[in-house]
């Protein structure tokens, strides 16, 4: 259920942008617009279902977290009886009766040792009927335009003053998240209530300063109706890139669809103009006293509004990935708020397919100029969407390899990209007998990594000094599978041949001496662990179906005496595993590879085609890594 609620919102978002989009040309073009009615109705439609959708999987998670008893065992079923939702008339009247209490708690100004405890009832109240239409809006209708820009403003002074009244919303903000939950459902389903449509129609109009900012702390959560919250958006605050609200910001991240509208509508749908906002927002969001919540509402409205959450890499709707490249040249080169870095690496994970092809200087496309056209990539299975030049590449990468946690996203993207590769091309090697395929598929990885190098390299530059004045050196933990858990399912299944090959966790672990600079360490650990990516290239070969002369279980059977290099299941160790036994463990993994044809004369063996592919990648990577510093001058 939880997934058909998320595919319905996408599709609500997608039919929204397309309508306001035709809307605009018909007004242009001076052509009516009554043929779109019957959209609108479809739109009305899936606005009144998704709340009782939702309402219906919150109680059945519920369901699941109930205690496992039962009188007849403890494998029973419980049986669970759903509450339906008040009458419409009872809904209304206790809703209304709602807005009144708060109105006359509000106004009495003296002293009360249970004021903090009524408003909590209050909120309370409103939680337990946060997905009922009728409820929700005629809540808000009585309470009036006014009445709701302040109740956020109220509610909070009242029970969280330490907080300060305007500052951003924290995720365990429950408040402002009931106030979200309930204006969103009264929002998408409750226009019928009277009075609530004047409510609506003035959140869309244009309020003084102050109260664009309570405006925006309404809409801090809850799925709102997409042209709808993008008016909102617009008319409080968005326009000005240096005055934009946290609020704003987080509610338009929640709604990929209306952050494209709203963020196209300010810039008059102007690729030029989308571009010189979006780099003074970023100046705006990286400045010194700028909100950390601020920030990361900014990266995460920016990595929505590519598709980095709703789509996949490859597959990304045309709107999607327009913003995405105007996003990736317009930010790369410059300084992101720390807290929004990690989304800037979202949008390169979930745009690898772009970011390996901008990045491979095996084709002459790396001689163009970064454009939103078709391009033809001579990496089979590679499809990509836009053209990027390596140097805006490069410089985009910069915006997220200061620290490894930074960049797990881009990690998790690059490994999909690269199983997916591999297990398409491994299979025509196998048949053709002909590994250029996979020549040009690892040379790619290899230009990649070479930028991603180079980038990491400029970057723990500046760790370096800023840490040098505490003496300090920090171990550099390259490529760990920690963190990726569900980021991108099936990620959970893969094999991790990017981050393993390109970085190996168990090579930095090897060099431990008293004092090493982090960029010392992220070379050092590149360059000494050419075997270990010729036993994880190995590994992916085999699970694409190479079949080698000796499997590693074999091996071990033939040689019980020596290192292990398989486990007791017959499965290859990972590297890190035969590593830890020092030079011995590297010199039995050497002996597999040349039994398996390495030093032999047989170029189909598994071990020359892994020492091959080794040697594209490394040799890619060497050539990429020394030209990405002639970006920087």
């Known amino acids: 259920m939880d997934g058909f609620i998320t595919e319905m919102e996408h599709a609500r978002g997608v039919i929204s942008e397309h309508t306001a989009a035709i809307r605009q040309t018909?007004?242009?073009?001076?052509?009516?617009?009554?043929?779109?009615?019957?959209?609108?109705?479809?739109?009305?439609?899936?606005?009144?279902?998704?709340?009782?959708?939702?309402?219906?999987?919150?109680?059945?998670?519920?369901?699941?977290?109930?205690?496992?008893?039962?009188?007849?065992?403890?494998?029973?079923?419980?049986p669970y009886q759903e509450q339906p939702l008040l009458p419409a008339t009872e809904a209304r009247r206790q809703g209304t009766?709602?807005?009144?209490?708060?109105?006359?708690?509000?106004?009495?100004?003296?002293?009360?040792?249970?004021?903090?405890?009524?408003?909590?009832?209050?909120?309370?109240?409103?939680?337990?009927?946060?997905?009922?239409?009728?409820?929700?809006?005629?809540?808000?209708?009585?309470?009036g335009t006014k009445g709701t820009r302040e109740l956020p403003i109220v509610l909070r002074k009242n029970l969280a003053p330490g907080d300060g009244a305007l500052a951003p919303a924290r995720p365990d903000d429950d408040v402002l998240r009931t106030v979200g939950l309930a204006l969103a459902t009264a929002v998408s389903a409750g226009s019928g209530i009277p009075g609530f449509s004047q409510v609506k129609d003035g959140l869309r109009k244009t309020a003084p300063e102050p109260e664009q900012v309570a405006t925006s702390l309404l809409l801090s959560a809850g799925k709102f109706p997409t042209e709808w919250l993008a008016q909102v958006a617009v008319a409080n605050g968005l326009r000005n890139?240096?005055?934009?609200?946290?609020?704003?910001?987080?509610?338009?991240?929640?709604?990929?669809?209306?952050?494209?509208?709203?963020?196209?509508?300010?810039?008059?749908?102007?690729?030029?103009?989308?571009?010189?906002?979006?780099?003074?927002?970023?100046?705006?969001?990286?400045?010194?006293?700028?909100?950390?919540?601020?920030?990361?509402?900014?990266?995460?409205?920016?990595?929505?509004?590519?598709?980095?959450?709703?789509?996949?890499?490859?597959?990304?709707?045309?709107?999607?990935?327009?913003?995405?490249?105007?996003?990736?040249?317009?930010?790369?080169?410059?300084?992101?708020?720390?807290?929004?870095?990690?989304?800037?690496?979202?949008?390169a994970g979930a745009y690898?397919?772009?970011?390996?092809?901008?990045?491979?200087?095996?084709?002459?496309?790396?001689?163009?100029?970064?454009?939103?056209?078709?391009?033809?990539?001579?990496?089979?299975?590679?499809?990509?969407?836009?053209?990027?030049?390596?140097?805006?590449?490069?410089?985009?990468?910069?915006?997220?390899?200061?620290?490894?946690?930074?960049?797990?996203?881009?990690?998790?993207?690059?490994?999909?990209?690269?199983?997916?590769?591999?297990?398409?091309?491994?299979?025509?090697?196998?048949?053709?007998?002909?590994?250029?395929?996979?020549?040009?598929?690892?040379?790619?990885?290899?230009?990649?990594?070479?930028?991603?190098?180079?980038?990491?390299?400029?970057?723990?530059?500046?760790?370096?000094?800023?840490d040098e004045a505490f003496d300090k050196v920090t171990s550099f933990l390259i490529g760990t599978g920690i963190g990726f858990t569900g980021l991108v399912p099936p990620f959970e299944t893969m094999p991790l041949v990017w981050t393993t090959f390109s970085t190996l966790e168990a090579g930095a672990d090897t060099f431990k001496p008293e004092k090493e600079t982090e960029t010392d360490k992220i070379r050092k650990a590149d360059d000494e662990l050419t075997l270990g990516r010729r036993y994880i290239i190995a590994q992916s070969l085999m699970a694409a179906g190479f079949t080698p002369k000796i499997w590693p279980s074999e091996y071990q059977a033939d040689h019980p005496a020596s290192i292990r290099i398989a486990d007791t299941n017959g499965l290859p160790l990972p590297f890190a595993a035969i590593a830890k036994k020092g030079e011995p463990g590297l010199d039995e993994l050497d002996r597999w590879f040349m039994e398996n044809g390495l030093g032999g004369t047989d170029d189909l063996s598994l071990g020359k085609v892994s020492e091959r592919l080794a040697d594209h990648y490394n040799g890619q990577k060497a050539v990429s890594t020394p030209r990405a510093r002639f970006y920087d001058n």
């Open 26 to 78: 018909f007004a242009t073009e001076g052509v009516p617009a009554t043929s779109l009615d019957p959209i609108a109705e479809i739109e009305h439609w899936i606005d009144t279902h998704l709340p009782d959708l939702r309402r219906r999987t919150k109680l059945a998670h519920e369901t699941t977290n109930l205690p496992n008893w039962s009188p007849t065992g403890p494998g029973a079923l419980i």
């Open 241 to 347: 890139p240096r005055k934009v609200t946290p609020g704003v910001l987080n509610a338009l991240a929640n709604n990929p669809a209306a952050a494209r509208l709203a963020l196209n509508s300010v810039t008059d749908n102007d690729p030029v103009k989308l571009k010189k906002y979006l780099q003074a927002l970023t100046h705006h969001t990286s400045a010194l006293g700028a909100w950390p919540a601020e920030v990361n509402a900014f990266g995460r409205m920016l990595a929505a509004a590519s598709g980095a959450y709703d789509e996949r890499d490859g597959k990304h709707s045309r709107e999607a990935a327009t913003f995405a490249f105007t996003v990736i040249t317009a930010l790369g080169g410059m300084e992101v708020g720390e807290p929004a870095r990690i989304n800037m690496a979202e949008i």
């Open 97 to 143: 009766d709602l807005a009144t209490k708060y109105k006359e708690l509000k106004s009495n100004s003296w002293y009360s040792p249970s004021r903090d405890e009524d408003f909590r009832e209050i909120v309370n109240t409103l939680a337990a009927h946060v997905n009922d239409p009728e409820y929700t809006a005629a809540f808000f209708a009585a309470l």
């Open 352 to 466: 690898a397919t772009e970011i390996m092809e901008g990045a491979n200087l095996g084709d002459t496309n790396h001689l163009l100029d970064s454009a939103f056209s078709d391009v033809t990539s001579r990496i089979p299975g590679l499809d990509p969407q836009f053209r990027l030049s390596p140097k805006d590449t490069y410089r985009f990468l910069k915006t997220f390899t200061d620290s490894t946690n930074h960049q797990v996203p881009f990690q998790a993207g690059m490994e999909i990209l690269t199983t997916r590769l591999i297990g398409e091309a491994a299979p025509v090697a196998i048949k053709s007998s002909k590994l250029t395929v996979l020549d040009d598929t690892f040379a790619a990885l290899g230009n990649v990594r070479g930028l991603q190098l180079a980038a990491q390299e400029v970057q723990g530059q500046k760790q370096d000094n800023a």
